[in-house]
């Protein structure tokens, strides 16, 4: 079974813009979840996503946004770019919302 | 505040012999522990994982073990190998979904050969 795909891996943007990133989880899993981890705050949790539905959020500002799609693949959406967000977005799927998750390789997002 | 703490950045160890990484947390309300472990430029990769009704889970080279009563879990690897060497992260989960992990900050282990 090929594992959870994420695209781009990388990508540059500037302060103020917004950008969007795509997660396809593994096969049959219908849970999938993001996370971003920076040096300073290592991993923090962002969403959670179930069956289309958002069932947890994490503590960011509203310029990030996030969605799961029919077929289980999910995007997240970050608005008005800032410095602070560059860091490496990392999104796990699993079957159900109480199995283990698994990780995709990120996408790594600089913001200059 | 930090739910989940790694107190060890780092920690080295010669290889064939234990490597003991640990980690503590402060919510009760935590009812699942994981460890992944990470290579630079790959998303992280589970290892083991325990219930708090657990106080020990064993697979292969990787033992975890819980103390609820001090709040602290151990992810003993016998014996470490070259490869073992990665950034270690303890996660935890409460209400029964896996989805809203809380990650530690991670401990790199080196092997040396």
């Known amino acids: 079974k090929a594992g959870v795909t994420q695209t781009p891996r990388y990508l540059i943007k500037t302060r103020g813009q917004q950008v969007t990133l795509s997660c396809s989880p593994i096969s049959g899993h219908r849970s999938v979840s993001w996370y971003q981890q920076t040096p300073g705050q290592g991993l923090q949790f962002l969403f959670e996503?179930?069956?289309?539905?958002?069932?947890n959020k994490g503590n960011f500002p509203g310029r990030f946004s996030g969605r799961q799609f029919s077929n289980s693949r999910s995007e997240m959406n970050v608005s008005t770019l800032e410095l602070g967000d560059s860091a490496l977005y990392l999104c796990?799927?699993?079957?159900?919302?109480?199995?283990?998750?698994?990780f995709g390789p990120g996408t790594r997002l600089l913001v200059l | 505040d930090q739910q989940v703490k790694q107190n060890s950045p780092s920690l080295s160890v010669q290889e064939g012999r234990i490597s003991i990484l640990n980690c503590d947390y402060t919510?009760?309300?935590?009812?699942?522990f994981l460890w992944y472990k990470k290579y630079p430029a790959e998303g992280p990769t589970f290892l083991i994982s325990i219930s708090s009704i657990k106080d020990k889970n064993e697979d292969g080279r990787f033992t975890v073990f819980l103390n609820k009563s001090a709040k602290h879990l151990s992810l003993h690897i016998v014996p470490s190998q070259p490869g073992d060497s990665a950034v270690y992260f303890c996660a935890a989960s409460y209400g029964g979904s896996q989805g809203n992990l809380i990650f530690g900050k991670g401990t790199k282990l080196s092997v040396k050969p």
């Open positions: 796990a799927s699993s079957l159900t919302i109480q199995e283990t998750q698994y």
């Open positions: 996503y179930f069956s289309e539905t958002q069932r």
């Open positions: 919510n009760s309300m935590f009812d699942y």
